[in-house]
Nanobody, 121 residues
């Protein structure tokens, strides 16, 4: 079983910044990829940013089109943690941000509980 704990969400003004963190813990042989997604009511969950955590994967850092150039994903593989630095926030960045981890040779996928980010205009 894998547990993902997100932190750092909250309220920001447009043009401001927030930093999210996600820590993975539990029983798994290797951590392959960790990714941030977000969801707003009535819309599908969308990719925000993802990064390789080693595990032999060749996954390259990736970003959703709407956040590229404003958000930066980083990682601490020894702490099994990823971060999402969100700058130049816009009201349409509002949503619930979910952390996802793909683990093991079976590439099993796990989700965090999600954390709310609200950007006011």
């Amino acid at each position: 079983q894998v547990q993902l704990v997100e932190s750092g969400g909250g309220l920001a003004q447009a043009g401001g910044s927030l930093r999210l963190s996600c820590v993975a813990s539990g029983s798994f042989s290797r951590l392959n990829v960790m990714t941030w997604y977000r969801q707003v009511p009535g819309k599908q969950r969308e990719l925000v940013a993802g990064t390789s955590m080693g595990g032999g994967t060749t996954y390259k850092d990736s970003y959703g089109d709407s956040v590229r150039g404003r958000f930066t994903i980083s990682k601490d593989t020894t702490r099994k943690t990823i971060y999402l630095q969100m700058n130049s926030l816009r009201p349409d960045d509002t949503g619930v941000y979910y952390c996802n981890a793909v683990v093991g040779a079976e590439y099993l996928s796990y989700w965090g509980q999600g954390i709310q980010v609200t950007v006011s205009s």
